[in-house]
């Protein structure tokens, strides 16, 4: 049996890609995850998540990744509800995943305020018929879903640190971030809209943008 966790990563975050990752594995190789003694990826340290990963996809029997850009985010929330919205993109995403690893079962992290119907959008978008088993915080639960959590955050932090590289270090990329809210103020004032890593559809963008866009046009 083929056994497949799947997780997102950067979900909330105002700058960079929403990550999704999905490893599959035999019953075998699953034992052999678990002793790695993984769990949800947002508890370890980034060099533990990188150690991790690398004993992860030494296991795994295939792996498939997803990043979906902020424009891509963006054109999505703003044509209705944004979170409907982007549950349905996200479901979207895991279903992509899911084919290219084939499972007979899957465990993935529900984004959804109902499991059921977080499922049923992700079994909408396969061409074949496996077994969904959507549940919240499954990152906690399924060791599978911690793996593929450890391997959605690694993606997103290597891409992140990209960015850290050209455009100096802006924090996590989550409005929660001192350093992101200082960044998005300080790029906005000088440019008057924002780079195209930022998801200008988030509220905490929108904010910065009215406000700040204005020290830029003064300068005209």
Same mark, same amino acid.
């Given at each position: 049996?083929?056994?497949?966790?799947?997780?997102?990563?950067?979900?909330?975050?105002? @700058?960079? +890609?929403?990550? =999704?990752?999905?490893? /599959?594995?035999?019953?075998?190789? &699953?034992? $052999?995850?678990?002793? %790695?003694?993984?769990?949800?990826?947002?508890?370890?340290?980034?060099?533990?998540?990188?150690?991790?990963?690398?004993?992860?996809?030494?296991?795994?029997?295939?792996?498939?990744?997803?990043? @979906?850009? +902020?424009?891509? =985010?963006?054109?999505? /929330?703003?044509?209705?509800?944004? &979170?409907? $919205?982007?549950?349905? %993109?996200?479901?979207?995403?895991?279903?992509?995943?899911?084919?290219?690893?084939?499972?007979?079962?899957?465990?993935?992290?529900?984004?959804?305020?109902?499991?059921?119907?977080?499922?049923?959008?992700?079994?909408?978008?396969?061409?074949?018929?496996?077994?969904?088993?959507?549940?919240?915080?499954?990152?906690?639960?399924?060791?599978?879903?911690?793996?593929?959590?450890?391997?959605?955050?690694?993606?997103?932090?290597?891409?992140?640190?990209?960015?850290?590289?050209?455009?100096?270090?802006?924090?996590?990329?989550?409005?929660?971030?001192?350093?992101?809210?200082?960044?998005?103020?300080?790029?906005?004032?000088?440019?008057?809209?924002?780079?195209?890593?930022?998801?200008?559809?988030?509220?905490?963008?929108?904010?910065?943008?009215?406000?700040?866009?204005?020290?830029?046009?003064?300068?005209?």
């Amino acid at each position: 049996m083929l056994i497949a966790g799947v997780d997102d990563a950067g979900r909330g975050a105002v @700058i960079g +890609p929403l990550v =999704i990752a999905g490893i /599959v594995v035999d019953e075998e190789a &699953l034992k $052999r995850i678990e002793a %790695l003694g993984v769990r949800d990826s947002k508890m370890l340290t980034p060099n533990k998540r990188e150690q991790l990963s690398v004993e992860i996809l030494k296991i795994v029997k295939g792996y498939h990744v997803i990043k @979906i850009p +902020p424009r891509e =985010i963006d054109r999505v /929330v703003e044509t209705g509800k944004k &979170l409907h $919205r982007l549950n349905r %993109l996200e479901a979207k995403a895991m279903a992509e995943v899911i084919l290219h690893l084939k499972p007979d079962i899957v465990y993935v992290d529900a984004s959804d305020v109902l499991p059921e119907r977080f499922s049923r959008h992700i079994a909408e978008e396969l061409p074949f018929k496996t077994k969904i088993v959507s549940r919240h915080k499954a990152d906690k639960t399924y060791p599978v879903v911690s793996a593929a959590s450890i391997i959605a955050k690694v993606e997103r932090d290597r891409f992140i640190s990209i960015l850290h590289a050209e455009y100096g270090d802006f924090g996590s990329g989550y409005a929660s971030d001192s350093k992101t809210i200082r960044f998005l103020k300080e790029w906005v004032k000088a440019h008057g809209d924002y780079p195209d890593f930022v998801r200008r559809s988030w509220a905490p963008a929108k904010r910065i943008k009215a406000t700040y866009s204005k020290f830029q046009k003064r300068l005209f």
